[in-house]
Structure formats: C-alpha cells, structure tokens
T-cell receptor, first 114, second 113 residues
Framework: DVKVTQSSRYLVKRTGEKVFLECVQD?????MFWYRQDPGLGLRLIYF?????MKEKGDIPEGYSVSREKKERFSLILESASTNQTSMYLC????WGFGTDTQYFGPGTRLTVL | QQQVKQSPQSLIVQKGGISIINCAYE??????FPWYQQFPGKGPALLIA?????SEKKEGRFTISFNKSAKQFSLHIMDSQPGDSATYFC????????????FGGGTRLMVKP
C-alpha cells in the first residue's frame, strides 16, 4: 500500500516567516508533486520533481521553492510567507513508466498565515 | 485559466438518486481522464479513469461518460449513498507525459439520507 505522509496536518505561521512543508513517500516513486488546494480552483500544481535534485515549475511557482535531496522526500519552502499563501497544501507521488498516471496523495497540510 | 472546467461546484442529492458531475477540457492532446475522490481530512484518491478510445466506463455504481467531439466527460454516481459524500475532482493528462495532471475546480457532493 502506497503511503505518502506530510509532516504537519495544521500549521499557523506569521507573515514573513520561512515555512517548510515536508513530504515523504515509501514506494520508491520517481515523481513527486506539490499542489495547493483552494475552493473553486481545484488543485493547482506548484512544483514537481521527477528525480533527486531535479525540479520543474508548475502553474503557480511564485513565492515557493522546493528541495529534493533524497528520492523519498520532497520539501516545499515558503521563503517569506504571506497571507495569500493560506491554503491546503497537498503532496503526491507517482511512479514513472507506461500506464502509471495515478498520483498518490498525502493527507494535506492546512497552512494559515496570519 | 483553467484548462479543465468542472460543474457544478456543489451538489446535493437524495439517497438513492443519481449524482452527475460534468467536465469540459480544451487541450485536444489530453488522452487520459481520471476522477479523484476526496473525503474530509484526506488527500484525493483515484476513483475511476477513462481513455478516449471508449465512450463509457463503469465500475460498480460509478460511470464515466466521454464525448470526444464535444471535449466533455462526466461522472455518474448511481444509487448515491451518504458515504459518497465527498469532493470529486476530474482531471486530464497526456498519457505518459510525465504524469502531469490538470485538475478541474472540484465538486462538493452531499448525499442526504
């Protein structure tokens, strides 16, 4: 059974703080993704990574950065948190290869920036 | 600009009724259309998916209907149950192009007992 875990379920930070969101998957998946989920907007891709130390911008990368030093771990970094980054953040992973389009999601981190 | 538009945003259905959620896409290169189901406090999970070489796919009470010429696809939940209450997301991707998914805006379904 694929398991994707996220370091925190709820997080409250202040404007200007540096925020780290951690994601770990246990299925040796090559691909990892960070999304934010907002009502009516669905899931929007922030960044993704298809290999260690590799990263690609998604649709809304501004204000975010990522780090992937190990295959199983993908971190999302808010360098200077702002109130408009208050959202639900979802991490996902998927294997690479034919017929492997399914993404497996973690439970999410609800971030509030005051 | 959403490449996958989903409607309605919310839906209330009586137990035993049919729930219908619609999605429309713009990118004709999309060739794989999954639906994800998300319960409160959980991440989305794959529910059912279809490729455009078929017009319909059924798994239990869940059916995807696909209209390639109209660039539309829909999820039908037959005999809806309170346990189906969740948020549903349609998505689209180009198969094997890096597993990138473009999601619709989501539909919050409530099935009343």
């Amino acid at each position: 059974d694929v398991k994707v875990t996220q370091s925190s379920r709820y997080l409250v930070k202040r404007t200007g703080e540096k925020v780290f969101l951690e994601c770990v998957q246990d299925m040796d998946h090559e691909n990892m993704f960070w999304y934010r989920q907002d009502p009516g907007l669905g899931l929007r891709l922030i960044y993704f990574s298809y290999d260690v130390k590799m990263k690609e911008k998604g649709d809304i990368p501004e204000g975010y950065s990522v780090s992937r030093e190990k295959k199983e771990r993908f971190s999302l970094i808010l360098e200077s948190a702002s109130t408009n980054q208050t959202s639900m953040y979802l991490c996902a992973s998927s294997p690479w290869g034919f017929g492997t389009d399914t993404q497996y999601f973690g439970p999410g981190t609800r971030l509030t920036v005051l | 600009q959403q490449q996958v538009k989903q409607s309605p945003q919310s839906l209330i259905v009586q137990k035993g009724g049919i729930s219908i959620i619609n999605c429309a896409y713009e990118n004709t290169a999309f060739d794989y259309f999954p639906w994800y189901q998300q319960f409160p406090g959980k991440g989305p999970a794959l529910l059912i998916a279809i490729r455009p070489d078929v017009s319909e796919k059924k798994e239990g009470r869940f059916t995807i209907s696909f209209n390639k010429s109209a660039k539309q696809f829909s999820l039908h939940i037959m005999d809806s149950q309170p346990g189906d209450s969740a948020t549903y997301f349609c998505a689209a991707t180009v198969h094997n192009a890096g597993n990138m998914l473009t999601f619709g805006g989501g539909t919050r379904l409530m099935v009343k007992p």
